[in-house]
Nanobody, 115 residues
Framework: QVQLVESGGGLVQPGGSLRLSCAVS????????MAWYRQAPGKQREFVAR???????IYADSVKGRFTISRDNAKNTVYLQMNSLEPEDTAVYFC?????????WGQGTQVTVSS
């Protein structure tokens, strides 16, 4: 059974940076397109970024140029470097495969951007 453990969230001021991590156990991240998603209060979960097997990155328009997705095969971990954070980025962030069927969701990590 695949387990996803997200970490690295927190409270940051607008313009600040955070690096999120997603540790995966029970499967191998380099074998799948991996993605980050986020869910803001009262909104549906939305796509943020995708990293293909060949490490090509694709981003939602709202984060393009500010966020960077990457992975460490040795650690079986996927990362999301978030720069120039905006209040609109406040959400719980989750990682998962990009393609269906998705794995069971982890608990996510809360990112709050506020002054």
């Amino acid at each position: 059974q695949v387990q996803l453990v997200e970490s690295g969230g927190g409270l940051v001021q607008p313009g600040g940076s955070l690096r999120l991590s997603c540790a995966v156990s029970g499967s191998i991240v380099r074998s799948y397109d991996m993605a980050w998603y986020r869910q803001a209060p009262g909104k549906q979960r939305e796509f943020v970024a995708r990293l293909t097997i060949s490490t090509y990155a694709i981003y939602a328009d709202s984060v393009k140029g500010r966020f960077t997705i990457s992975r460490d095969n040795a650690k079986n971990t996927v990362y999301l470097q978030m720069n120039s954070l905006e209040p609109e980025d406040t959400a719980v962030y989750f990682c998962n495969k990009f393609s269906w069927p998705l794995w069971s969701w982890g608990q996510g990590t809360q990112v709050t951007v506020s002054s």
